[in-house]
């Protein structure tokens, strides 16, 4: 593993971790009314298709990081769905 | 220009401008009571991460998506500090 593909891989950790603290924070609120459905809407389709372009070049930090995200993204939708806010 | 590009692309402008719709609810609502502070910076470092990452890797798309991200997320934590929720 070379140093471009650890600089991928901790990126694609950081922005996929970074949708905890958020579940998290929803989770002690159960308040999402700040959040807007679009951004999570929109944002999850976009991942779902990096998550494509990634198996096609065949990259695998951009793989692993966008499958974990959709994972974190589609429990905030839930929430948002949930608390109906 | 391929359409594996072409999807990476597409990928990137719906990460990207899925942030504006939450800009556009902070303005209008002036909270951001529910977004986490975490969430948004710990984002914002991958986003630098990724930015370095396509460049060394020379990936036009993830590089145009995550400077425009780049700038979006800013914007969001400036409107988290200024209405200090």
Known sequence: MDYIEIIGIV?????SIAF?????RIRKTKSTKDLSWSMFLVFTVGIILWLIYGAMINEFPVILANVITLVFCLTILFYKFKYND
Chains 1, 2 share one sequence.
């Open 20 to 24: 905890i603290p958020q579940i998290v």
């Open 11 to 15: 990126a694609g950790i950081l922005t």
